[in-house]
């Protein structure tokens, strides 16, 4: 079965109020196997609203309306579904005495522009709303010599999700036929979307669907099939996510759509790392994303954000000398407050930044963009110097911060240092 | 003239990322005169899109389209424009080599994939994007014995933003006759929008339009005139703007869509004050707003990110009588963090943040939510006790941040210490 879903409603269409509702149903239809092939916004207007289902219906077997079911004269939709499928409107008294109902019971009178909020187009099967005063519908309709259906639920999103949950699922499993769709996605760093596509150029079987998303400054890759046991579909997606996995390596830094920074916390707590921060270029981004997740308080102890030399001296330990003769960015300066924040921490690891965001401050050997990371841990020590050019500030300390974070990731799974990893465990 | 505007992309459709970018279209486009009539998602299938863009057309004289513009196989709006308007893909040879130094500037290599970026259906107007690979174009499409116009842009939202402010909204203006719009926009903070709403009531004519829109944690304020003469237009706006900041008083804090740590960086440069910054709750962020702006190393000399109790004592300083009779989280343990960062930093002012953003943590005494903030300054200090209720981790951070940040604006800009400005500048 096919789907397509409308917003209705001037808020949505004109941008002053953003359209959850509309994903919300599409997610649901989707695990429930409905392909969902489109969206349209409308504005609150009888002959729109009519036209946007008349193409809505053209697209899709089933279409999902939200919105435009208030008591106001600006509330439109059932009106336009009535001249739509060219059915008189109907009282349903159970609807009615719900609605007064409701209106007792917190003490209130019922208006009589509420009425209407039980008239259905004739035919129509209702969809109660437990938790608020606007009663949903599904309305049948004629097309191409099949029934279709068109179905309203109220605009406030969490009467709308009860809806959906607890009367239109049921409804539509009970109509629908077996087929479900199944996805899985994968968080990484490290590689473009082109890149990745690349690598997996070839991987899979036609009928999967692999799509990417850069969301800076990572890139989602997603897998997604479609099928009529839900046990074989998940085996199915092992199977891809393995090959997924071998092509694309240590690339992919977690299943799901999660935060590098929770990925690293994950790995920390598991190994009972600790960790601590020395940000001189990112400024303190990379102590805000890591306290971003909770219970990083266990691993995370002391960020240091030493923008100035003086800083770097006096709460890192940076020696003179260093910074003499190697400037403040420098992969000697970055060991030297990796090390510093380190001890002065007491933590297992110690993460430096130091680098030039610009837009000032590059010369002709360190240009704008030049970012020195290190690593500092009990008995050893990493560190590179990059060139992420003169890309805009906020890049440069986004682009820095995810690779220290990314540096940490893969010093706490490299076999490389065992020795550290069950000294400081 | 009459918009349509289209979401582009599985994700949108099937509601695995929620569509912002419709709404900001349509709300600048509105104010730039526009009358938005609907919108659509369409999946990443070419067919799809071009009858969608069909649709969209048979509404409106515009179509703004965004997403679809990436390097990959899943990429097709440019096709699907193609395809409608029957003309051939061009290849642009700026684009390409603007696309080219980008990769370049950031030390890799192109991917042969990116170069279908570069091309364009025949005839198209090339939108360049100065923050990502994809460029945006403007197709005329022949309709009803009329030239219309799809737009693609992006759909990055950040990508999209400047494209749309800087390109499209210029291109606009140039199509749109004598009749201009004048707008200017306020960041306010400290106020909802209905009490934003409420405090203007009655304050302009009726044909001024005021818009509000809640950024969190700012809300913005925004006036919008039209007319035929841009002199006028703006004089106008200056009148609006001493009435608006009569009635809003010091909630307003910049002109324009301004971070508030950039307002209080230029208000630190022009006192010549320095400022360091002691976090426990806000985990850094308030230290990466303020070296978002660029110049900050001038003013902003240290950061502590004190998560742990050994920190708050080591590098911070704080007594361990303090701690132990008053806790973490209370205004004296804030009061002394901020002294301390300060005498550490040596710099004019000191601020500092410690609180709980949960979701664990709470405590009878102090639930989730509980955040002291206190300012040091040579001979003075202020603080104050919040309870910002148990909204989400990341929101109490933002909230914490940026009251602190309000603080130290108003410390400056406030006449009562005018000793400690002097002696400090």
């Known amino acids: 079965m096919r789907a397509t879903i409308l917003a209705i409603g001037d808020e949505i ?34 002959d729109r609203i009519v036209r946007a289902l008349e193409r809505a219906l053209a697209d899709a077997e089933l279409v999902v309306a939200t919105g435009g079911l208030g008591p106001t004269s600006d509330d439109l939709t059932t009106a336009a579904v ?14 009615l005495g719900a609605i007064e109902e409701r209106f007792r019971a917190i003490g209130r009178e019922m208006s009589p522009n509420n009425r209407k909020q039980a008239e259905f187009p004739a035919g129509s099967t209702v969809l109660a709303n437990p938790v608020g005063t606007a009663p949903g519908f599904v309305t049948p309709v004629e097309r191409d010599g099949q029934t279709r259906h068109v179905v309203c639920m109220p605009g406030v999103p969490h009467e709308m999700r009860r809806m959906l949950d607890e009367q239109l699922l049921p409804w539509l499993r009970a109509q ?71 092509r694309l390596g240590d690339h ?30 990112t400024g303190g981004l ?30 890192l330990d940076v020696p003179d000398a260093v910074l003499a003769e190697h400037g403040a960015v420098s992969i000697e300066t970055a060991e030297a407050m990796a090390e510093g924040v380190r001890r002065r921490a007491g933590t297992a690891l110690g993460v430096a930044t130091t680098g030039i965001a610009g837009p000032e401050g590059g010369t002709d050997e360190k240009p704008v963009g030049t970012v020195c990371i290190a690593l500092a841990w009990d008995g050893g020590r990493w560190s590179r110097r990059y060139q992420l050019g003169a890309r805009d500030r906020s890049w440069v300390k986004r682009m820095t911060a995810q ?21 400081d465990g």
Not at 82 to 95: C, F, I, K, M, V
Request: glycine content about 8%; hydrophobic content about 45%.
């Open 82 to 95: 009535a001249r739509l499928t060219d059915r008189p409107l109907a009282l349903d008294a159970a609807s």
């Open 13 to 46: 269409v004109h941008g002053l109020t953003t359209d959850t509702n509309s994903g919300f149903v599409a997610a649901r239809l989707r695990e429930a196997g409905v392909e969902v092939v489109g969206g349209f916004g409308v504005t609150d207007d009888v």
């Open 176 to 246: 629908a036929g077996a087929r479900r769709f199944a996805t899985r996605v994968f968080s990484t760093f490290g590689l473009g979307e082109a890149q990745l596509d690349e690598l997996l150029a070839g991987a899979f079987e036609s009928d999967v669907r692999v799509a990417f998303r850069a969301a800076f400054p990572k890139v989602q890759a997603r897998l997604s099939v479609s099928g009529e046991d839900a046990a074989a579909l998940e085996s199915r997606l092992d199977t891809l996510e393995a090959v997924l996995r071998e």
């Open 286 to 315: 990379i102590g805000d994303r890591i306290t971003d997740v909770p219970g990083s308080s266990e691993y995370f102890l002391l960020g240091v954000v030493a923008y100035s030399n003086d800083a770097k001296q006096a709460l």
């Open 403 to 423: 690779i220290a974070l990314d540096r940490v990731r893969r010093y706490v799974l490299s076999d490389v240092h065992p020795d550290e990893e069950s000294n």
């Open 252 to 281: 992919v830094y977690a299943a799901g759509d999660e935060d590098l920074a929770e990925t690293v916390g994950r790995l920390l707590h598991a190994r009972r790392l600790t960790l601590a921060v020395a940000e001189s270029c």
